[in-house]
């Protein structure tokens, strides 16, 4: 299984970065592999410096718990079968939306994680950032120009 390169890792933080700005957000955006590594990190000007390690432990628990961090939200609510998990593995686990993994086929190679809005705010940038990975993937010809917005690969 081929490794998400930093190369990848850049392009998603420009997609994700250009989102960001669309939605007059400032964010911080973070690139993980897939051991949850941290491979990339961009924050934007006069985004939050407590969303630097927000973002990055959004996409170490996307890779982590293999799944979008909205999905840990409703069920770590008081009541529900996830309660608390939040607070293990030293509270790195993140129940705000906002962080995805990164899949080819039905493997996880990465996750990203954005900070820097509400909850469905850093979601909706987080998945700009994985509708271009899965179209880089679709088309993984080099000498082929997709385009995502106003970024071209």
């Known amino acids: 299984m081929a490794k998400l390169s930093l190369e990848t890792a850049k392009r998603l933080?420009?997609?994700?970065?250009?989102?960001?700005?669309?939605?007059?957000?400032?964010?911080?955006?973070?690139?993980?592999?897939?051991?949850?590594?941290?491979?990339?990190?961009?924050?934007?000007?006069?985004?939050?410096?407590?969303?630097?390690?927000i973002s990055q432990d959004k996409a170490w628990t996307s890779v982590s718990m293999q799944m979008p961090t909205t999905n840990l939200t409703q069920a770590a609510q008081p009541g529900g079968p996830s309660f608390g998990i939040n607070t293990t593995n030293h509270g790195r686990i993140v129940i705000l939306g906002g962080?995805?993994?990164?899949?080819?086929?039905?493997?996880?190679?990465?996750?990203?994680?954005?900070?820097?809005?509400?909850?469905?705010?850093?979601?909706?940038?987080?998945?700009?950032?994985?509708?271009?990975?899965?179209?880089?993937?679709?088309?993984?010809?080099?000498?082929?120009?997709a385009r995502i917005g106003n970024v071209r690969f």
Do not use: C, W, Y
Not at 19 to 46: C, E, P, T, W
Not at 102 to 128: C, F, M, P, R, Y
Not at 135 to 143: D, I, K, L, S, T
């Open 13 to 53: 933080l420009a997609v994700a970065e250009q989102k960001s700005r669309q939605m007059g957000l400032a964010s911080n955006i973070a690139i993980v592999d897939d051991g949850g590594n941290l491979i990339a990190f961009q924050r934007m000007d006069h985004a939050r410096i407590a969303g630097i390690r």
């Open 99 to 145: 962080g995805i993994p990164l899949k080819k086929g039905d493997h996880i190679v990465g996750g990203i994680g954005v900070s820097g809005g509400t909850s469905v705010q850093d979601a909706e940038v987080a998945n700009s950032a994985v509708q271009a990975f899965e179209a880089m993937h679709e088309n993984p010809n080099p000498n082929i120009n």
